[in-house]
Every structure is written in C-alpha cells, then in structure tokens.
C-alpha cells in the first residue's frame, strides 16, 4: 500500500514538473527566447556554486563526525603491532586524494559559473601547452610512486613470514560452510600435517595426519570455544578452508587473508593491545556508555560487553554471517594457564586413540609412557612418605597378565621397567607384591594363581637385577576385593597387582 502512494505522488510530481515545463516554454516564447535564457544560465550556474560548497562541507564534517566509528580514528587504533603500518597508509592516501577531491571539485563548479554562456563570448581555442601537460602528469606520477613506495614497503612488513629459528606461536584456522576450526599445536608447539585424503567427515574432519608424531597433542577448539592469544607475541595463523572461498578476516588488528581450498595462505601478526585494554579506551567515549542490549537497561554496557571478533570476509553463502567468532588477547600467564588446560584435551587422545582410525592402536605411545612413569613415581613418592599402613600400597595399574594364567602381557614391561628405575633410585627400600582376583571361579584356585601372578612380576624385577632379599611375592586371592564383584568393572578394578612398601 505504502509503495502504491509513493509511486502515486512521484507520477503527480512529474506530471507537476512537465506541466511546469510547458509553461515556463510559453512565457519564454511571450517574452523573448534570448532574455530568458541568459538568465536561466546565470540562475543555474549560482546553483552549481551553492552546490559545491553544500557538498564539500557535508564530505568534509560527516566524515569528521563519524570518525570515532572508523577503523584508525578515535579509538579504533590498531591493536596489532603491523596495523599502524597500515593505517599510515590510509591515512597518507586520504591526504593525497582528498587534495585532488577538493581541488578538482572547486575547479568543476568554479569553472561552470566563470564560464557560463553569455551573449557574444566565444569559446577560446586553446589546443595545447607543454607546461601544463608536464604538471598534470609529473605531478600525479610523483604522488604515485611515493604512494606505491610506501605500499610495497608496508607490505614487505606486514607479508614478511617468520624467521627460522624464531618464537612464534603457530595456529591453524580451518574455513568451511559455515564456521571455522581452530588448531592449536599442543604441548610440543608443533602443529602436524594434513591431507585432504585423510579427511573423514565423521573421525577425522580436517584430515590430519595420525602418523605424524607432531599431531598427537594437538588440541582442536569445540565450535562455540573463543580463540585465546597473549599480547606481544608473533603469531602465524595457517589458513586453509575446506568447500568454497572464506576469508580470515580480525578487523582490529588489520588481518585479513583469503582461504583457499588447496592453496593455503597464513599471516603473521602480533597482537599489541589486550581485550582489557580496548575495552578502556572504548568507555571514553559516549557512544560506548550506553547498555549493550537495548532490552536490557541494566545489563552491561556496550564497551564492557566489547570482544574483537575474527569474521568471515567473503560472502560464502547463506549463513555466512555465523563464522563469527571471538577471539580475547590476554596477558602471556593468562594465555599460559588457559593454554595448558586446553592442552590436557588433545583431540587425538579424546576423540581417535583406540578406534579404528588410531595408527598406534596395539602399541603404547610416548606420551603415554612418560606419563605412566610420573603417575607411577608419584604414587610411590607419597607412599614412602606415608606413616599409614593402608597408605603404603600402591596399585600397579598398568601390569596385567594373559587370561586365567600367570603370563605377563607383553605392555605390562613399561610399569615393570619403571618399577625397576624407581626400586633402584630408592636402593634400601623393601616391597611386597601382592597378586589380588575377582570371584569368579573357585577361591583355592583364585589363590594359588594370585600367588603365581605375584611370583611372575617378583621374577621378572629379579631378572633386571633387584636384589631377591628386597622382593616377596604373596598371593590374596579373591579375599581383598576393592570393589564390587557384580559388575564387569568392579571385578576388573579386583584382578590387580599391588606393591606394600615394607
Ligand atoms: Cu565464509
């Protein structure tokens, strides 16, 4: 309806301006075509002038008005190391261009009123002027190259990619409809490889390689996690996407980088000011001061509800506008801890250790060993410390045996051999090792293949050279349950093997 009556009065408007038209052609013809049009040009030619200086004004004081919402002004500075670097250039080519803007602007309108039609003035012939062709190409060349200049030099900065030998932290950022996956490279600072073969929408959606040692530890962010990095540090951003073009754009810090598939590209930045600290210099300024949900009048306001943001540049399809993601600079101990929590969640070893797609299913990895040797001294450590009986056990989690017999399985060497090392370190140290069952079965036989069991991890500290007279070897049988028999669990937590210090 609303369209309707708009259309309505634009026709009637027309009609209106024809209809004026008309008339003013009839008057004309009523009092001389000559005189009329003399003064139209004057008429038309002030407008022109009146024009420009509406227009130069408004360009020149909305600009000013608006700064503070502009990157590079009020208190969008760069919080990235390279962004001043950048902004410089903006600004350099503003001034530049906004000479020739205004100049050129002054001389169209000017020139429009000076020379207007008038009655027995005759255009001047004016065919050339070697002066005025070398000003008007000397000078724009000069004023190029010193932009052109300023431009490689800027990006040589901002392009240059990390030394060798460099501290940098490397993290990769995945592109897809319609969200990024972040990559962080894990305890050893290393991110692994990829291949787009290995991609598996369901185990392995970014393709990375599980024979590459490096991609053990890495950590992938959940979907809704923000991106966390420490001021002052260099960063490298890997940047890959997996369908169409996307683009890895954090406005406050002037990064932004295509992704490509196939093609990856990266940039390196630092960042220089933390999220604390922009949202300081937002809350000097009024708009800021204002609350950041209009529904809610008491809840936070707009500069204290600020985080910067990464953002998908490139119009990639329909939910495009949901790559947002946030990303908070902190301060390196606060990146440290955060780090290390999200490090203690590798994706390998939550999401694809044990299945199928687990190149090291049968075999135990570093990693792990390491850790069961810590677990293990620890575990001992407060145990010789201990002054409680029932505190002076220690429960050799990882020594198990072949069914029903008292052959030690082949993994069960690394607690063993860990055993050894701590056994040696502590030479005065006696221990009994102690073989436990479930129920299942007949108790007599129970005992007697506890005892064995015992007996074989006592043979086999003996054979790596511990001193027979600091080992015994006693069976319990089914007798010293830790937990309940009914259940699968309960009854594997019971076939155990302990060590008593003595
Ligand atoms: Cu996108």
Known sequence: ?????????????????????????????IRGEATVEAKN?????????????????????????YKDVMLGYGPHEAASMHGDSLDFLFNITLFFTGIVFILTHIYLFWFSYKYRAKTGRKALYFPHSTMLEVIWTGVPAV???VLVVQGLLAWNEVMADVEPGEDYIEIEATGYQFAWDIRYPGADGKLGTKNYRLIDMATNPLGIDWTDEKSLDDVVLSGSDKLVLPRGKKVRVRITAKDV??????????????AIPGLPTY???????????????????????IPADETEPDGPLRWEAFEYELACAELCGKGHYSMKRILSIVEPEE????????????????????????????????????????????DFASALASTDAAEKIVNLRHVFF?????????????ELDNLTTILNNNPTTRIELRGHTDSTGDAGANL???????????????????????????GYGQNLPIDSNDTAEGRQNNRRTELKIL
């Open 267 to 289: 940039f390196v930045f630092t960042p220089k000011t933390t999220t604390e600290e922009y949202r300081d210099r937002l809350r000097e300024y009024k708009e800021w001061q």
């Open 402 to 414: 072949q069914t029903g017999s008292a052959n030690l399985d082949e993994k069960s060497q690394y």
């Open 245 to 258: 073009l996307h683009n890895f754009y954090l406005p406050h810090f002037r990064v932004k980088m295509d």
């Open 1 to 29: 309806m609303t369209y309707l009556v708009i259309f309505g009065i634009l026709t009637l408007l027309a009609y209106i301006l024809i209809q004026i038209s008309k008339v003013r052609d009839l008057s004309a013809k």
């Open 143 to 145: 004023v190029l190259v």
């Open 448 to 474: 007697t293949l506890s005892n064995s069991r015992a007996i074989g991890v006592q043979n086999y500290l003996l054979g790596k050279g511990i001193n027979a007279n600091r080992l015994i070897a006693t």
């Open 335 to 378: 990146y440290e801890e955060w780090l290390a929590e999200k490090n203690a969640a590798p994706y390998f070893r939550d999401n694809i250790r044990g299945t199928d797609a687990d190149p090291y299913k049968d075999q135990l990895l570093g990693y792990e060993i390491k850790n069961r040797a810590t677990e293990l001294k620890t």
């Open 41 to 65: 040009n004057d008429r038309s030619a002030l407008y022109l002038l009146v024009f420009m200086v509406v227009f130069l004004l408004l360009s020149v004081l909305s600009a000013w008005y």
